[in-house]
C-alpha cells in the first residue's frame, strides 16, 4: 500500500511580490485573476453593466403583459360595422390589417351598431368596450345630424362618453363628423363645433371629419349615398392611419 502523500498548497500572492528591481521575486505565485489596469477594469464593469440591463429589458417585453396583443376598439355606428359590406371590408378589419402591414401587432374590434345615435352608444358602452381594451375610436353623431337631432343633445351625450373613457385610463381618438348643409347653417354651424370643443375640453387627439374625401363621392358610396362601398373605406382607413399610429404609441406608454 502506497504512503499517503500530503498535499500543501503553497500561500498565493495578489499582486505578485517584486524584488527591489521590479522583478517578480522568486517563490510569488500568480493568481488566476489578471492583475487588471483600473481602466481596464472599469471598461468590464460599463460592459456588464450594459449586458445585464439588456438581459433585464429582453425579460421585461417578454413579460405576458409586454407581449400581449394591443386592442383597439371601433366604437361607432354604421360606419363603423361596416352597413352593406362583408365583414372583412368593413373598417375594422381593414384598418387592423393596415396595422399589421406595418408591423403592428394589434387587434381592431368591431363595436359598431348600424342606426347608433351617440345617445345609444351612451347606453351601451360599458358593456360594448371590453375592459381589456388598451385604445378606442370613438366614432358616433352621423345618424344624430340625420335625424336632425338637436346639437346640445348630441354634444351633452358624447361629452359624457369621453368622461366615461377617460376616467377607464384607455386611449382615445375621437372621430369627427360634418352636418349636411341642408339642415341649415345654424345647425351645421352648432353640429360641426362639437367635436373640436369636446375634443380640446377632455385633451384627446381629434380626426377631424371621419368621411373625408369620401362624402359626396358617389363612385366611393353605395346607393345610398351615406355608407361607403370597400374602396372608400380604403380611403378612409388611409386617411386615419397615422392617427392611428399615434393612438398606439399612446396606448403602449400607458400600459
Not at 511580490?17 to 460599463?46: H, L, S
Not at 374590434?109 to 381594451?133: E, F, H, Y
Request: hydrophobic share 45%; proline share 7%.
Amino acid at each position: 500500500m502506497p504512503e499517503a502523500v500530503a498535499i500543501v498548497e503553497k500561500p498565493v500572492q495578489y499582486p505578485p511580490a517584486r524584488d527591489r528591481g521590479g522583478r517578480q521575486a522568486k517563490g510569488a505565485v500568480r493568481t488566476a485573476a489578471p492583475n487588471m489596469p483600473q481602466r481596464t477594469y472599469g471598461a468590464w464593469v460599463a460592459r456588464a453593466g450594459r449586458l445585464f440591463a439588456l438581459l433585464l429589458a429582453v425579460t421585461i417585453m417578454s413579460s405576458p403583459a409586454a407581449a400581449r396583443t394591443l386592442r383597439i376598439v371601433a366604437f361607432g355606428d354604421s360606419l363603423s360595422a361596416g352597413y352593406g359590406l362583408a365583414r372583412n371590408e368593413a373598417f375594422p378589419a381593414k384598418l387592423e390589417a393596415a396595422l399589421k402591414a406595418k408591423g403592428y401587432d394589434v387587434s381592431v374590434t368591431n363595436a359598431g351598431v348600424s342606426g347608433d345615435t351617440s345617445s345609444a352608444g351612451l347606453a351601451r358602452l360599458d358593456w360594448s368596450i371590453p375592459k381589456d381594451a388598451d385604445a378606442v375610436i370613438v366614432e358616433l353623431g352621423a345618424n344624430d345630424m340625420l335625424r336632425g337631432v338637436d346639437p346640445a343633445l348630441t354634444r351633452r351625450t358624447l361629452d359624457e362618453i369621453l368622461t366615461k373613457l377617460k376616467a377607464r385610463k384607455v386611449a382615445i381618438l375621437f372621430a369627427g363628423m360634418r352636418a349636411a348643409p341642408n339642415f341649415g347653417a345654424d345647425y351645421q354651424k352648432a353640429f360641426d363645433a362639437i367635436y373640436p370643443e369636446l375634443a380640446a375640453k377632455h385633451g384627446v387627439p381629434l380626426y377631424p371629419f371621419f368621411l373625408e374625401g369620401v362624402a359626396g363621392n358617389r363612385a366611393l358610396n353605395q346607393k345610398d349615398g351615406i355608407h361607403p362601398v370597400p374602396a372608400g373605406v380604403d380611403i378612409i382607413v388611409a386617411g386615419i392611419l397615422p392617427d392611428v399610429e399615434r393612438l398606439i404609441t399612446q396606448a403602449q406608454a400607458a400600459r
